[in-house]
């Protein structure tokens, strides 16, 4: 298997923008995280999946963030507007109840 | 809300000492906790965990120590070494519940 795959790996765009970030969890996982990495807080859960169900999107920052997962294969995390504050690297991660496999993230820059 | 807290952005130790990263977790319901770390452009990856019936779990050079009364756990590294140099989270969750709490991260350089 080839890991969880996210995509881009970079993004920059111009604030107001919407922004669509990708991942394609491990085959089988049961689970699907989203977290973003900033210098202040480290690792901060977005939003995860259960069986694509969302189970808990209380990290969610803003309504300007929403995350999707149509199938097991697939999520999407969107920011529309996207604002500069918003730039980070975001990862997903897949998991089977217990440890969570980690994709190469995406840095997202909003100028 | 920061419920898993690596109060030490950064830890400097010299090559073959031990070094030992600190995490503390306020949600007395966590009962698994895992490390994982990260170099540079590059997604984490898994190092090591222990479940809350045990204190204590060793891995090669890698141990990682649970005080579940005080809410602590720590992981030592023993001897360091210069590839060791990255950043540490810690982690916790409630077993098969899937809502895995992140610190900050401790950035650890270890010099030759």
């Given at each position: 298997?080839?890991?969880?795959?996210?995509?881009?790996?970079?993004?920059?765009?111009?604030?107001?923008?919407?922004v669509?970030?990708?991942?394609?969890?491990?085959?089988?996982?049961?689970?699907?995280?989203?977290y973003?990495?900033?210098?202040m807080?480290?690792?901060?859960?977005?939003?995860?999946?259960?069986?694509?169900?969302?189970?808990?999107?209380?990290?969610?920052?803003?309504?300007?963030?929403?995350?999707?997962?149509?199938?097991?294969?697939?999520s999407?995390?969107?920011?529309?507007?996207?604002e500069p504050r918003?730039?980070?690297?975001?990862?997903?991660?897949?998991?089977l109840?217990?440890?969570?496999?980690?994709?190469?993230?995406?840095?997202?820059?909003?100028? | 809300?920061?419920?898993?807290?690596?109060?030490?952005?950064?830890?400097?130790?010299?090559?073959?000492?031990?070094?030992?990263?600190?995490?503390?977790?306020?949600?007395?319901?966590?009962?698994y906790?895992?490390w994982?770390?990260?170099?540079?452009?590059?997604?984490?990856?898994?190092?090591?965990?222990?479940?809350?019936?045990?204190?204590k779990?060793?891995?090669?050079r890698f141990?990682?120590?649970?005080?579940?009364?005080?809410?602590?756990?720590?992981l030592h590294?023993?001897?360091?070494?210069?590839?060791?140099?990255?950043?540490?989270?810690?982690?916790?969750s409630?077993?098969?519940?899937?809502?895995?709490?992140?610190?900050?991260?401790?950035?650890?350089?270890?010099?030759?």
């Open positions: 298997d080839a890991g969880v795959i996210q995509s881009p790996r970079h993004e920059v765009t111009e604030m107001g923008q919407e669509t970030l990708r991942c394609k969890p491990i085959s089988g996982h049961n689970s699907l995280f989203w973003r990495q900033t210098m807080r480290g690792l901060e859960l977005l939003i995860y999946f259960n069986n694509n169900v969302p189970i808990d999107d209380s990290g969610m920052p803003e309504d300007r963030f929403s995350a999707k997962m149509p199938n097991a294969s697939f999407t995390l969107k920011i529309q507007p996207s918003d730039s980070a690297v975001y990862f997903c991660a897949s998991g109840n217990t440890e969570a496999f980690f994709g190469q993230g995406t840095r997202l820059t909003v100028v | 809300d920061q419920q898993v807290k690596q109060n030490s952005p950064s830890l400097s130790v010299q090559e073959g000492r031990i070094s030992i990263l600190n995490c503390d977790y306020t949600n007395s319901m966590f009962d906790f895992l994982y770390k990260k170099y540079p452009a590059e997604g984490p990856t898994f190092l090591i965990s222990i479940s809350s019936i045990k204190d779990n060793e891995d090669g141990t990682v120590f649970l005080n579940k009364s005080a809410k602590h756990l720590s590294i023993v001897p360091s070494q210069p590839g060791d140099s990255a950043v540490y989270f810690c982690a916790a409630v077993y098969n519940n899937n809502d895995m709490r992140f610190g900050a991260g401790t950035r650890l350089t270890v010099k030759p």
